[in-house]
């Protein structure tokens, strides 16, 4: 589990060095311990090098492992599809939400909300490569969401998230990162306050840090390669 650790040290000396190249504030990224499909154990190590912020993407595997380790210092961050009927268990259970994409979720996220916790922390996942195959809403809807996400109390519209294609092309990446920054920028002009794009994973954070990714959701670089994954 070392290795781990070694990993861990390892992208942080990546973060750096593209923030630095970029002329960024170190503090002005966060990576985010994306966990889905390792066990407790790998995320115990990862905790014990230094890392309290994790993602998961299934809600009952999540949920096995939150309860596991029951440890208030940690945040979890929902990054996968959501199904109505797991707002409920994600809205009680989670610290963020990266992949959110209807109304009709939002709606139901902001209901079932303790007013005791903090609002819950949204991002919008935004689909930039326009394959109809991909999660996330278009770029022109994200506007409409985001507005509707603002009148809901129990909800912290936070910035965008989004996963481009899979692709060798580094400038066409670059190129969708950069749109997800201008589209938070013309966000921003619109009177959304957001502070967060979740953008860039293990084999392309200095592209995204480039472009202004404030959060990198790594994996594999981080755990290793995944076990393939029963489907839930
Ligand atoms: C799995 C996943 C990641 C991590 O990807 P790696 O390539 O393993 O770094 C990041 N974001 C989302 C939404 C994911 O589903």
Known sequence: MTEIADNLSALQTRIQKAAFAAGRDLESIQLLAVSKTFGVEKILACQAAGQLAFGENYVQEALLKIQTLQDPRLQWHFLGPIQSNKTRLIAEHFDWVHSLEREKIAQRLNEARSPNASPLNICIEVNMSGEASKSGV???????????????????????????????????????????????????????????????????LEEAITEGSTLVRIGRALFGARPTHPNQ
């Open 138 to 204: 278009k770029p022109q809807d994200a506007f409409a969401l985001a507005d509707y996400i603002s009148r809901l109390p129990r909800l912290l519209l936070r910035g965008l998230m989004c996963i481009p294609e899979p692709t060798q092309d580094t400038a066409l990446r670059a190129q969708r990162f950069s749109e997800l920054r201008q589209l938070q920028q013309a966000l921003i002009a619109r009177g959304h306050p957001l502070d967060t794009l979740s953008m860039g994973m293990s084999d392309d």
